[in-house]
Each structure stands twice: as structure tokens, then as C-alpha cells.
């Protein structure tokens, strides 16, 4: 992918205005290497400068809603790709794109894009160690329908399941204390009712042992 292909990646997909520095932070590529390629774009029509003080920019169309279908309309996704970066998820316990990005080697604007597809289509999900590889079946449809959101969507999803696990672990650990308690007292109840029992018996045997002597002895 070209240096022009990953600004204007982000320049579709980036919903506010922006300058060169912030688009060289997301794509990887240096400030000397963009602003070239600003100025192109809008010389073509595509960005358009917004300050006249500043050289900050957005796109021209930022308005415009677009379907979940085209939201990555400029975005050529390769399999092998969204492969390698399955791959590299199962040897890890990666909880952020930008960890994912450091090992991948790819900015974290690619990171995101190819995670929200993956996870559109189901083959990735989270759980409490991160982000985790579910199949890596039809990884080749890959960016075919893509769901805007779906990675807040599995956060919050994740988030809320692990409170209510760790809600469930502890009243689980509070009935195993107490159900644990129950045959103790059980055990200590029959063993009074067994040693009053003893005791009686003892005591019954002593006094007909002391009658058999007395009547021995006289």
C-alpha cells in the first residue's frame, strides 16, 4: 500500500478535522512524506483546508452518511494480511491496538480497520485476557460487510461479562463457605448425641458392676 493509499485511508474514515502531524501519528509515515500528499488532495477536492490560520484540514464530504456497506469504500483488505495479524493474536494476550500494532509492525489505523472487520464477521471476539481469535474460517471474505462500532459493542460486552463473572465467583465462594460449615455442625451434633448415648451406658454398667460386688461381698 502506497503512502497516498494510507492518508487517504485515513482521510475516509477520520470524522474530524485533522493536520499533517496527527495523520503522519496514525499511519506511520513521516511529516515530510504527507504534506506532499495534503497538498494534492486538496488540489483534487478530496480535503479541504478549514483554517486560515492554521493548517488544518477536512474532508469534503465529512457530512455526507454513508451505509455500513461503504464505510471502507477505499480500503483494500488482503487475506493473507488479516491472517498473519489472526496469528499473531493467538500467540499474545493482546488487551490494546496499539500493543498489536507495535508487534505487527502496521500503524494502529490498520490495526483497527482490519480488527473491526475481523470482528464484523465474527472470527475475532474478546474476553478477559484480550483479544482472542474465535475461527479464522472465510478469513478470505475479509472487508466483504463491515459493522461501524462493533469493537465498543465487544468491549462493553466483555467489560459487563466479566463484572458478572467475578459477581458470580464471589457468591459462589460465599455459599461454598457456608454449605461447607453445615456438615461440620452436623457431624458435631451427632457426635454429642453419641457421646451423652456412651455416657448413659457407662454410667448404667458402673452402677450394676458396684451392685455385683456389693452382693459378692456379702
Known sequence: MTSRELILNFVNQYR???DANLIAEMTGLGVNDVEP????????????????????????NRFITKTANQMRPNWHFDPQAALALLNL????????????AADFGKSRQWVFVYLEALASMR?????????CVLTKKDVNKVGIKIKPGILKELIAYCNEFCKRQKLQDNLDAWNLKVEGQE???????????FYQVAMQALKILQRKMTLDVDIAIE
Open 183 to 193: 456438615p461440620l455442625e452436623k457431624e458435631i451434633e451427632a457426635f454429642d448425641r
Open 89 to 100: 493474536i493467538e500467540q499474545g494476550s493482546y488487551t490494546s491496538i496499539r500493543g498489536i
Open 37 to 60: 500528499i495534503i497538498s494534492e488532495l486538496v488540489a483534487d477536492g478530496t480535503i479541504k483546508r478549514i483554517s486560515d490560520r492554521e493548517e488544518i484540514y477536512a474532508r469534503s
Open 123 to 131: 472470527v475475532i471476539g474478546l474476553n478477559e485476557h484480550g483479544y
Open 16 to 18: 474530524k478535522p485533522f
